[in-house]
């Protein structure tokens, strides 16, 4: 999963997805753990309860929203140029006026 999402340039991707214990407090059966890497460095850990197809097609679904935002932020210019126009000036506006 993982060389597949960075060859085609996903910042996202899932590294596992496993069988795991109720989280504390939780409770009912088919409790599954996933790991989602961040460009290899930071991982995101979960739990989702459900069948390990479920879980794997919700973790599926949250990286894609994951990498939506990414590729959104990432489009979105940096800085903005403004040019502002000039007002024209009344030739005489009566404040300073010498003469």
């Known amino acids: 999963m993982a060389d597949e999402s960075s060859a085609l340039g996903q910042p996202y991707e899932i590294v596992s997805v496993q069988r795991a214990e109720p989280p504390p407090g ?7 753990r996933y790991v989602i890497a961040f460009e290899g460095t930071n991982n995101i ?5 459900g069948g390990l197809k479920a879980v794997t097609r919700a973790v ?5 929203q994951l990498n939506e935002r990414q590729l959104a932020q990432v489009s979105k210019p940096r800085r903005v140029h403004l040019v502002l126009e000039k007002k024209p000036r009344k030739a005489n506006s009566g404040f300073w006026n010498i003469g």
């Not at 939780?26 to 599954?32: I, L, R, S």
């Not at 850990?45 to 309860?49: K, V």
Request: hydrophobic share 30%; net charge negative.
């Open 60 to 64: 599926e679904e949250i990286v894609a």
């Open 45 to 49: 850990h979960g739990c989702r309860q």
């Open 26 to 32: 939780a409770e009912g059966p088919y409790w599954y």
